[in-house]
């Protein structure tokens, strides 16, 4: 997001399609480990010890940052369950007419601790795109224009340390990069109409949410109930469509489509009002990203 | 049978110029971690420069495996056809991350011997058990480790 805009701020390009389309069925599945006979490199040292799905690279992060700031597993579940409850409301949505509620989380099968089955984003094929141009040919467009106020992309010291070495481990690393986000977006958290977090694992959006600095690390078990992210009622809406969780793994690309929803008044759990829309994309990995759109009332 | 902690099946190392001094070591029953000469700094994974001074002086040094467990994780479910033995009927293993205070707490990752279903504490004291796996072509060494 941050390319494209720069790219027609800087007159490079005068339209940019962002896109992705996934079929990992017939071309991988990214939850599978690695079928050959050797490995060499980085992965040599983690894959022969187990850990090779991104599931079982991220969890130890996640673990840590519960352990530092005493979270409960109810909050990850918090998470989950307003993706699901988000799902009921969008007829595109994979989860849609499969509701999720406490126990049936609590029951679910690990896959690996901390992870719930429903703490995993799923594996489905799918397309997204977006199409970005300058706010001035944006006007002469049929659809209610959505702007870009802000957008990041970057990382933090050393968060590409291999075998698990980073010095900042149990983090999103989003902590130096958000700043620059709302300084450039000129918000604040408080500002933020509706957020949507890119659940790779609910793990990730509780490091990403704590590192935008919607809630301090240590009132986590407080801040993370399904209430709080419930729209429209809810103080901070979290993944209105569903999400990677329950509505389709799109890499992120169908959060951010929610993100312009939520400006144009169009999601199926519409935030009444809602002039500032946030995405904060892929955590735990680098570089990362993240991005603020607002409506014309916002400029 | 065989002793190995995962059952046989999973992608095995091999080594390459930059973290060959390691699995030779292993294979001797030795902890080989590289620290640059310039401003002795340990460093873990191998990199071809020092992450501190940019300098191409390191060299792998023998530090004793006592570790301090910094993170964990139980994996349950398989995602590889060589565990699915293993994992099916409740079965579980326990990967930990475990820093060496005497090697400038770098982190090293393996497995947590003993009962998978063991609560594991951040902070425990363990200590490196190194896993032959001599019936592999070629054959190499894992390090594992196990509350002391
Ligand atoms: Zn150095």
Known sequence: MANAAAAIHAGIADTVVVFRALAQGQFGRFGQGLRRNTIAGDFAHTIPYGVMSPAQMFAMKVVRFMHDHGVAQAALRAISLASYHHAQANPRAVMYGRPLDEQSYDDSRWIVEPFHLYDCCLENDGAAAMILVSAQRAKDMPNKPCYVLGAVAGSQYRAGASVHNTPDYASSSFKTLAPRLYDMAHVQPKDIDVLQSYENFTGGVLMSIVEHGFCEPEACNEFFVKENFISPTGDLPLNTSGGNLAECYMHGLGLNLEAVRQIRGESTSQVKGADVSMVISGPMVTPVSSCIFGSEATL | ?148
């Not at chain 2, 530090?63 to 349950?76: A, C, K, L, N």
């Not at chain 2, 699915?84 to 820093?99: H, S």
């Open chain 2, 1 to 148: 049978m065989n002793n190995y902690y995962l059952n046989p099946g999973l992608p095995q190392p091999v080594a390459t110029p930059l973290d060959e001094p390691y699995w030779t070591g292993l294979r001797n029953n030795q902890l080989l971690v590289q620290r640059c000469e310039q401003c002795n700094t340990w460093q873990w994974g191998p990199e071809w420069i020092c992450h501190q001074c940019h300098s191409s002086d390191l060299i792998f040094t023998a530090t004793p495996t006592q570790g301090i467990v910094y993170s964990y994780e139980r994996v349950w479910h398989p995602v590889h056809p060589a565990l699915l033995d293993q994992l099916k009927n409740n079965g579980a293993y326990l990967v930990v991350l475990v820093e060496l205070p005497q090697a400038g707490s770098i982190r090293m990752l393996g497995n947590l011997l003993g009962d998978p279903h063991q609560q594991v504490d951040i902070g425990a004291r363990v200590e490196g058990v190194y896993e032959h796996h001599e019936d592999a072509e070629p054959a190499y060494s894992l390090l594992q480790w196990q509350l002391k």
